[in-house]
C-alpha cells in the first residue's frame, strides 16, 4: 500500500469513529427527556409577576422577597405542578426593581432561569423590574456607563472594587465633570446602588430631562470585612479618604474642589456620610443622609469612643464651619426604625445652627424609598 493509500484510510477510519461517536452521543442524550420549559421571572402587563423553578424532588419551596408590598418578611408558599414546576403569582406590584430568591428544602438559591442579579455583601439576588416609574424606567435617552473598577487600597493593604458612573457621552469629551460619592448601606454592597439601586438609570433620566448635571457617581465597598462589624469604621474612613478619593482624582476627568464634590449614603452610609463629611468639611459641599442618623441609635463602634457630638466637637461649635456647605439633606419614612434617629440628628444639628433640610415620606427601610431619596437628591447638586 502506497503512502496516499495509507492516509486515505486513515481518514476515513476518524471519520468512521467520529460518526459512530457522534451517533453515541446523540443516542444518549435522545435517551434524556428533557424537563419543561421554565419562564421566570414572567412580569406581565398587569404588574403581576410569576415566579417558577423546577425542583422534581423538593417537597417545600419558597419564594423570599422583602421588598415586594404584601408579601410577609420571611417567605411565600410556592405550588408545585403536575409538570414538577412550582410557581407563585404576586401583585399588582408598584413598578421597581426586587430582589429575591427561592428556599428549596430549607436551601437558598438564585432563580437559574434568570441571569440578572443583585449582590450584597454576603449574598447574590436574582433581580426582577417592573416597569412603569418615569424616573427610574430604561428609557430612550442617551445612556451613560456604569464600571467595576479595581484598585489597590493601600489603608487596607489589598486589592478592592468600586462601581463608577460616567455621564453620556463622557468617553466621546474631556470635559471635567463633578463627583457624587454615593455610599450603601449595611449587608449591601458596591453592586448595590446600580442594581437594585437603579442609580445609572436614574441619572440617565435626570439629565436627559435636564433636571440634574451630568456628574460622576462613585459608589464603592463600604464593608470592610463582616456585615455588622462596627469596629472597623474608621478602616473604611481611611480607604474613603486616602484611597478612593485619590483614585478617582487621578484616573478620571473630575474637578477637584469642594464646590464639585457630594457625599451621600443610606443607613450604614449614612453615618459614615455624617462621620466622613463632618471630619472633611473642607472637602465637600452637599451631604446627603438617607434612612440614618448618628443620635439615638448610632452608637459608636466601641464603648471607649466617643459618641458624634463629641468627637465633631470642634466643627459643631464652630460658626465657620457651615461656610461653604451648600446643602445637608435628610430624608426618612416615617415607618422606618431609624425615623427617630434621623429626627434627634437633625436637632442636634440645629441645636449647633446648622440648617439641615429633612424630608419625611412614607415607607420603610426600603430599596423603594432610597431611590426616591436619589431622585429627590441629585437634581439639587452642582447647581
Given amino acids: 500500500m502506497n503512502l496516499n493509500a495509507i492516509v486515505a484510510a486513515a481518514i476515513l477510519s476518524a471519520c468512521a469513529f467520529h460518526i459512530t461517536h457522534a451517533q453515541s452521543t446523540n443516542t444518549n442524550r435522545n435517551a434524556r427527556p428533557q424537563g419543561p420549559r421554565v419562564i421566570s421571572p414572567e412580569v406581565s402587563t398587569n404588574r403581576k409577576i410569576t415566579f417558577r423553578i423546577l425542583a422534581p424532588k423538593a417537597t417545600d419551596v419558597n419564594l423570599a422577597a422583602g421588598d415586594i408590598q404584601g408579601l410577609p418578611q420571611g417567605a411565600t408558599t410556592m405550588t408545585k405542578g403536575t409538570n414538577d414546576i412550582w410557581e407563585v403569582t404576586v401583585g399588582p406590584i408598584n413598578p421597581g426593581a426586587y430582589r429575591y430568591n427561592f428556599n428549596v428544602d430549607g436551601l437558598s438559591v438564585i432563580d437559574p432561569r434568570n441571569p440578572v442579579h443583585s449582590e450584597s455583601n454576603e449574598n447574590l439576588w436574582s433581580l ?50 463633578p463627583v457624587f460619592y454615593l455610599l450603601h448601606g449595611s449587608s449591601d454592597s458596591d453592586d448595590s446602588w446600580s442594581s437594585v439601586g437603579r ?92 434612612s440614618s442618623g448618628v443620635v439615638g441609635g448610632n452608637r459608636p463602634p466601641n464603648a471607649n469612643e466617643p459618641a458624634f457630638e463629641e468627637r465633631h466637637k470642634a466643627v459643631l461649635t464652630n460658626p465657620k464651619s457651615q461656610d461653604g456647605l451648600q446643602l445637608l439633606w435628610f430624608a426618612t419614612g416615617r415607618d422606618d426604625f431609624a425615623f427617630d434617629r434621623t429626627k434627634a440628628t437633625v436637632d442636634l444639628l440645629k441645636k449647633h445652627n446648622f440648617n439641615p433640610v429633612f424630608k419625611e415620606t412614607d415607607g420603610g427601610h426600603t430599596w423603594i424609598n432610597w431611590r426616591e431619596y436619589l431622585n429627590e437628591f441629585a437634581p439639587q447638586l452642582f447647581q
Fill in 128 to 177: 426582577v423590574y417592573v416597569p412603569g416609574s418615569d424616573f427610574m424606567d430604561t428609557k430612550d435617552v442617551p445612556h451613560g456607563s456604569v464600571a467595576e473598577v479595581t484598585y489597590y487600597s493601600s489603608t487596607l493593604k489589598r486589592f478592592r472594587r468600586m462601581h463608577v458612573y460616567t455621564p453620556p457621552g463622557y468617553e466621546r469629551n474631556q470635559e471635567q465633570y
Fill in 199 to 290: 442609580a445609572g438609570f436614574i441619572l440617565d433620566n435626570l439629565i436627559a430631562a435636564k433636571k440634574a448635571k451630568p456628574m460622576l457617581i462613585v459608589m464603592p465597598a463600604g464593608h470592610t470585612g463582616p456585615t455588622g462589624d462596627r469596629g472597623l469604621r474608621s478602616q473604611f474612613e481611611g480607604d474613603f479618604i486616602n484611597d478612593i478619593i485619590p483614585h478617582i482624582e487621578k484616573n478620571y476627568r473630575v474637578r477637584t474642589d469642594r464646590t464639585n464634590r457630594a457625599l451621600a449614603g443610606l443607613s450604614m452610609g449614612g453615618g459614615q456620610t455624617m462621620n466622613i463629611g463632618f471630619a472633611n468639611l473642607d472637602k465637600f459641599a452637599f451631604l446627603g443622609v438617607f
